[in-house]
């Protein structure tokens, strides 16, 4: 299946929403085309029923055989029928086709979307924008584009063929066609406006949604159901009464469509009348006009809904070109993932400066560091330092404001995003879970992974005893967000993750914070053994952590103030006394409480082994 993306996306607040339609149709335009003009001989067939009818009423007439005016028009009724029916699937297939390339590209360009663009997003928004406003696509391709060329043709046609059976009641009809079209030229603005906030007001109501769900269980604990509930039903019913104005506007186009019809019909019946009774024109051919006056109402219709439908598909068409203009990391194939034994990575930060938006303040005021290659590196700090965000820098989820930050000696943006991340394993703060199986997840960095390179990861996190719980072994459904697992089970999930990849240069955001005592130690033995050969660094507030660092770098208030050992760090820096002092009096106060005898455990295994 072709895509039906446009590469460059074109700036909806400049392009004419057509253009923006043509785009997305592009690609399917010869099935497009084909149905076209399937529909055009379906309207052709309609057209030739009146002239056959007027033959037939000649026939009848003048007492002539009428079995062979009979069989032609059985011809066309069927031919009608069956072109009419081909048409419509292949407009409709063809409808299907461009909404899938739409969902296909604004997927692939939201996947890529640079963090900042999605911090200023909200996910309910852009969900709706793949759903509701791409769905949209598929009436505008068919009732806009195609109804309005092939209603518009039909129309012309069936105006000529009236002024060849009778100018003057053409001429009549006209009349009245052009002041119906007056009245929905001023309707059809309103349409617009209406639906473009109906489309809004979806995207919020999703918005508002995403956000309820996802922080169900804190809304029950806090007792807001009731509050949520109603912010959800205001969104919903905005959107109610933006489609509900939408729909009043299109009624009303259509039913003035409708009454013009009406009044031409009259308006021919008296006038085609009178002619008849002056001898102007005979019976045959005012009952062949006025079949005519019926087939007009068909394409007169066509063109309004197509007016109507078009409006309606132009605000969806601009929201979903919004989304392709959000800024996005450049499509790249998946670099492949560092080899066993591949050297571990140097990284620095030279007076780097970086702010999350314009309007913030700096979380970063010329923060400057070097971690060798090998070894462990602890960040520490009091909270709102800027330690998470050096991982996201070094990641380029963003790019600093000022100074440089270098992987191997290279600047960050010499490398390809792709090769750059497949040389890091990343453990976050909150160690997300997808939802599907414990094995989708752990092999979601690498793929590639043989069972026994899973079957040491699971036993280098202790993750191992919790698989041979489950029904499914490593094959059971984790949830939404992972919520059959306990806390210390996702972030064990997450380190396995990461060491599947077989990184460089490994980062953990509190990796541990939420494990018990006998895990943390053994995770800790683990990490320390793969600081052997590789680079680790460490954001930490447990000095369990911190104390088997080879080197700490304290940060406060976006910059650093020390960096050493933990004894040097402890005679020298008076922040880090104070946090060590605090982690102490922690720890003994945890010693007050039994913990629980921990199990023999195998020995550590050696780096080459755990990843």
């Known amino acids: 299946m072709p895509s039906s993306q446009p590469s460059q996306p074109p700036d909806p607040a400049t392009t ?10 592009r690609p399917h335009r010869w099935t497009l085309l084909l149905g076209a003009v399937l529909s055009l001989l379906t309207g052709a067939a309609g057209l030739a029923l009146p002239l056959v009818a007027r033959s037939l009423i000649d026939d009848l007439g003048h007492d002539r055989a009428i079995a062979g005016t009979l069989l032609i028009m059985s011809g066309l009724v069927v031919a009608n029928a069956a072109i009419g029916a081909l048409g419509s699937y292949v407009l409709r297939y063809t409808a299907e086709s461009v909404v899938l390339g739409a969902r296909r590209g604004l997927v692939s360009h939201l996947l890529r979307l640079r963090i900042a663009a999605v911090d200023r997003s909200e996910p309910g928004d852009l969900m709706a924008r793949i759903t509701s406003d791409t769905t949209l696509l598929r ?11 092939t209603g518009g043709l039909t129309l012309v046609a069936t105006l000529a063929l009236m002024g060849f059976v009778d100018p003057v009641l053409t001429a009549v009809t006209l009349g009245v066609v052009v002041c119906a079209g007056t009245v929905i030229g001023v309707i059809v603005p309103r349409i617009n406006r209406a639906s473009r906030r109906a489309q809004d007001a979806v995207g919020a109501m999703g918005a508002s949604l995403e956000r309820t769900l996802g922080a169900l269980r804190t809304i029950k604990a806090s007792g807001a159901e009731h509050r949520e509930e109603r912010a959800v039903h205001a969104a919903a019913e905005e959107s109610w009464r933006q489609s509900v104005r939408a729909a009043k506007w299109s009624a009303l186009a259509g039913n003035t469509a409708g009454l013009s019809m009406q009044i031409a019909f009259i308006t021919v019946l008296a006038v085609g009348g009178a002619r008849v009774a002056t001898g102007a024109v005979d019976i045959g051919t005012l009952v062949a006009f006025l079949l005519y006056v019926f087939y007009l109402m068909a394409p007169i219709q066509q063109v309004v809904g197509a007016v109507a439908q078009y409006q309606t598909g132009s605000a969806a068409l601009a929201r979903i070109e919004e989304a392709r203009l959000l800024p996005a990391e450049p499509a790249a194939e998946p670099a492949p993932l560092p080899g066993p034994g591949a050297e571990p990575a140097s990284v620095a930060f030279e007076d780097v400066r970086f702010r999350y938006a314009d309007d913030l303040p700096y979380v970063h005021h010329g923060v400057t560091f070097t971690v060798p290659p090998r070894g462990m590196t602890a960040f520490v700090g009091p909270s709102g330092a800027g330690k998470t965000t050096v991982f996201s820098l070094i990641e380029r989820f963003y790019d600093p404001d000022g100074g440089t930050i270098a992987l191997d000696g290279r600047d960050l943006t010499e490398w390809e995003v792709s090769t750059l991340r497949s040389a890091i394993g990343y453990v976050e703060q909150d160690a997300p879970v997808l939802s599907g199986s414990l ?40 949830g ?12 064990r999930v997450a380190i396995a993750r990461a060491l599947l990849r077989r990184p460089r240069l490994l980062l953990l955001d509190e990796a541990t914070s939420q494990l018990d005592a006998v895990n943390e130690a053994v995770l800790r033995d683990t990490v320390t053994d793969v600081a052997r050969t590789t680079t680790v660094l460490v954001v930490a507030h447990r000095l369990s952590t911190v104390t088997m660092a080879d080197r700490i770098v304290v940060m406060d208030a976006g910059q650093v103030r020390a960096v050493g050992t933990h004894r040097e760090l402890v005679a020298g820096d008076p922040l880090y006394a104070e946090l060590a002092a605090t982690q102490f009096l922690a720890a003994d106060d945890d010693t007050r409480t ?18």
């Open 16 to 25: 004419p929403p057509w253009r923006l339609l043509l785009a997305y149709v």
């Open 139 to 149: 009436e505008v391709t068919t009732d806009s584009l195609v109804g309005l060329g």
């Open 480 to 491: 939404h967000r992972g919520t059959k697992l306990s806390g210390g089970e996702r972030q």
């Open 594 to 611: 039994p913990e629980p005898e921990p199990e023999p455990q195998p020995e550590p295994a050696t780096a080459a082994e755990s990843i």
């Open 439 to 478: 094995r989708d997840n752990l092999l979601l960095g690498n793929p590639d992974a043989d069972e026994d390179e899973l079957l040491r990861a699971l036993k280098t996190t202790r993750l191992d005893t919790l698989v041979d719980r489950l029904p499914k072994g490593v094959d059971t459904l984790v």
